[in-house]
Each structure stands twice: as C-alpha cells, then as structure tokens.
C-alpha cells in the first residue's frame, strides 16, 4: 500500500478538468515534464493507463474516471476534516471560501461581503471568480465552500438558496433597427429579437446557454457575429456596431455613460435567479452559517 499523495491527485482532477498537460502544468506552477512523470509512475504502480493521451490533449478513461472520482471524494473529505478541526480550534476564527461568477460580484455581492466582513474581522475571505459550472464542481472537489451562481444547473447534491433576482435585458445602439421597437419602461417580446445579429458571450456560459436553449424553442438560431469573454467587452462591441447585445440586471451598470438602449425581455424564462450553494454532504463552519443567513436576510424578490 502507497500512501495517498494528495498533490498528484490534484493534478489528476487539472488534467480531466483542462485535458492538457501544459495547461495544468502552468496552473499548478510546475513543468510539464513533471506532471507527466508523475501520471506515468501512478499508471504503472497501479498497473492501469488513467488516460488517453493524443496530439489533441488528454482524456481520462473509464479507470481514469474511476480513479478521478475517488481522488475528489478523498480531497472533499481532507477538506471537510480540515474545516471541522479549524471550528474546534479556533471557535469564531477561520475563513469563508467563496466561488462567485461574474454577475454575482457585478450585483449586490460586494456591499454584502463588505457588511459579512465589519461584523466577522476574524474571518479570511477567499473570493474567487469563476462560471457557474467551475464553481459548483469547486464545491464538489471540496475548493470552495459556497459558490454563487446561476439557477440553469443541476443541483442534486447541492443545498441550495435564493440569492438575488437577475433578468435578461436586451441592449442595442440607437441607430440600431431594433431600437425603435424598444420603449421606455416597457418589456420587449423574445421573438422581436431574435432575428438581429447577437455579441456572443461566453460560451457555453449560464447566459449563453439560457439564450441557445430559448432560441431553439423558438425554432430561430441566432445569429452570432463576434464572440467576447467579458461583460465590458460586449458593450463595448454593441457600441461599435457589431450587434445587439444581452447583459443580466446586475451587469446594467455597465452602460453608464454610453448611449445604448435597452429593455427587459418579456418572457418568465428571462427571469432568473442567482443561488447560494453549498454541498449537502460539507459539515457546515460558524462562517458558512452566517454567511448563508445574512443572504437569507437580505434577499428581496423581484415584484
């Protein structure tokens, strides 16, 4: 028996997650020639090959999901074991991990944290921006203890709870043929949208993915002109003509000073929800706890 090497395992979960040695290398701060050391002598004392190696990158195999789903349970319950023991040693001390997306420090996350933080000194704030889809499978690999995401996900294993009411908003640029159709303080239909070339964002992103599926109800693609990977960068883009765009309420801020138009879409879908997870199986620290009430307290659903 070979003890359990916690740092391999975590380059196992890289790999799956970026399917490229390089790429994990660089995250880990390692080089590439020792990660695939490490992969090839785990390989051989275990006698199976964890993954398919190719000029595209690497894929786990059938024993390389296996072995990678047991790596996560371990490291979950390192994890676990280490926030229990930091409860009991130091009682109101400790930290507060946090995997937030985009929208969720765009809203209004940072006043709150800022409040958590004057009522909890003692407690370090960990804050890291990430997707949704990164950030619950931060919970799930025991990385984050809360993450802060959008409500088009499977929550199975989560403990979820209301954060903060989040709608899509259309936006174009004046001279825009779409912006007749947008009035003041009005809700504009899906379908008059869709037919206008769309600033991508993110893809494969909650918004994204909203937006993909609604358009497939509606039997209309739509049509993407150019792709970014930020929320300024869309406006931006919108601003310079290159279509129309699609930002969530807590991303409105972001038009100060331009002169775009926008509207809510009409549809109940557009109305979503940011949530508060957590994983049903962590033990939950004072921190947790109150950081969970405090969104509790402060959350206002929409009218």
Request: aromatic residues 6%.
């Amino acid at each position: 028996m070979h003890p359990f090497d916690s740092v391999t395992a975590r380059l196992i979960l890289l790999l799956a997650d970026t399917g490229s040695i390089g790429r994990a290398a660089e995250r880990e701060g390692i080089a590439s020639s020792a990660v695939s050391r490490r992969v090839s002598d785990l390989e051989s004392r275990l006698g199976v090959v964890l993954f398919d190696r190719s000029a595209q990158g690497v894929r786990l195999t059938a024993a390389g999901d296996a072995y990678a789903e047991g790596c996560r349970s371990v490291l979950r319950a390192i994890a676990d074991l280490d926030a229990v023991m930091a409860d009991f040693a130091t009682g109101q001390r400790g930290s507060l991990r946090l995997a937030c997306t985009s929208s969720a420090l765009t809203g209004r996350l940072p006043e709150l944290l800022a409040r958590f933080a004057g009522k909890h000194p003692a407690i370090a704030l960990d804050i890291q921006e990430m997707s949704a889809a990164r950030g619950l499978l931060a919970l799930d690999e025991g990385r984050a203890d809360i993450a802060i995401v959008s409500d088009n996900y499977d929550f199975a294993r989560f403990e979820i709870k209301p954060f903060e009411d989040d709608r899509v908003w259309v936006l174009a640029p004046p001279d825009h043929p779409l912006a007749a159709q947008i009035l003041p303080r009005q809700d504009i239909a899906f379908d008059k949208v869709i037919g206008h070339e769309i600033v991508g964002i993110h893809q494969a992103g909650s918004l994204d993915r909203l937006l993909s599926e609604a358009a497939k109800r509606a039997g209309r693609p739509l049509g993407e002109s150019v792709r970014v990977e930020s929320f300024p960068a869309l406006v931006r883009m919108v601003e310079a003509g290159f279509g129309i765009g699609f930002l969530r309420s807590t991303s409105l801020h972001l038009l100060a000073g331009t002169d775009l138009v926008c509207a809510p879409l009409a549809e109940p879908w557009a109305l979503r929800q940011l949530l508060v997870a957590r994983r049903k199986s962590s033990p939950q620290s004072a921190a947790m706890k109150s950081f969970i009430a405090l969104c509790s307290e402060t959350y206002v659903p929409a009218p």
